[in-house]
């Protein structure tokens, strides 16, 4: 796979993309063949769980990261976290394996992802989802490329703003949806079904779906930079039911607030129909 040299990135070279891009495939396949099997333990209860695949991917992409990038900061969900960041640090955000329960049940709906953040905002980043081999990178500035089944990368052209009307088809976690059961009394609206975060900027980047809500305050940063990062660089809304835009809190890991994705349009649209209607 090459990356076509229509742009550069002001972030990182073509061949860290490259290698990021190689290295994001090698984590996926790894975590495929560890799939049958695989030990499962808890972390902080019975609704959180790791596998061995979680802890050997992070182990590649941790080592590999440090490695070629010595003067950053790496941080990756399957070990110990900062007490304090520098908001003047590079810091790559490491979930190696989003959705785990996903990868548990066999459904493919899981991904590595990988991302950079330069003074606290999310600059690039990486989606490889090893089941349908596809891989999502980018960032602003750059854009947002696929690569599916190992072809050629592509830039993904700009999406279309959300229709005044029309069905407006949205992807919200199941606990979302039965914390806030009248949701799914809303007129006019077709819940997509997705698993990890980054499959759900994923299915928006290839119109399957107008938007990701999340309404609990329960995402991790690794959760979001490597998703945001793409989101952004294909001019996707990115915000929150009260404010524009996303904070990452570091060195608190969780955005501990509401958290929508989509097209241009969708943050209107979230404000208009949730806070009205929970009201």
């Given amino acids: 796979m090459t990356v076509i040299e229509v742009t550069k990135s002001p972030h990182l070279t073509d061949a860290d993309i490259l290698n990021l891009c190689d290295l994001s495939r090698r984590a996926g396949r790894l975590a495929a063949r560890m799939r049958e099997g695989v030990a499962i333990a808890e972390k902080s209860g019975p609704q959180d769980k790791v596998t061995a695949a979680d802890l050997a991917l992070s182990k590649l992409i941790t080592e590999e990261l440090i490695e070629r990038f010595p003067d950053d900061v790496v941080i990756s969900e399957e070990d110990s976290h900062p007490t304090e960041c520098n908001s003047k640090d590079r810091i790559w955000l490491v979930d190696p394996i989003d959705g785990t329960d996903n990868y548990i049940r066999n459904d493919g709906q899981y991904a590595v992802m990988i991302g950079l953040l330069e003074g606290m905002t999310p600059v690039f980043g990486w989606v490889y989802a090893p089941v349908p ?14 690569s599916r089944h190992g072809a050629e990368a592509y830039q993904i052209d700009e999406l279309l703003p959300l229709g005044s009307t029309g069905t407006t088809r949205v992807m919200m976690g199941f606990r979302d949806r039965k914390n806030h059961p009248w949701v799914t009394e809303l007129p006019e609206v077709e819940w997509v079904k997705s698993g990890s975060v980054g499959l759900k900027v994923g299915k928006i980047l290839d119109g399957a779906a107008d938007m990701f809500i999340h309404l609990s305050g329960k995402l991790k940063v690794w959760d979001t930079a490597g998703p945001v990062a793409i989101a952004l660089g294909a001019g996707l809304e990115i915000g929150r039911l009260d404010v524009d835009g996303l904070d990452f ?23 208009n129909t949730l806070i009205r209607s929970e009201s």
Avoid: M
């Avoid at 081999?133 to 696929?146: N, S």
């Avoid at 809190?249 to 404000?271: A, F, K, Y």
């Fill in 133 to 146: 081999d596809l891989l999502y990178f980018g960032g602003p500035k750059f854009g947002a490329w696929v």
């Fill in 249 to 271: 809190p570091l060195p608190n890991v969780e955005h501990q607030c509401s958290v929508v994705i989509g097209r241009t349009g969708s943050l209107l649209w979230s404000r």
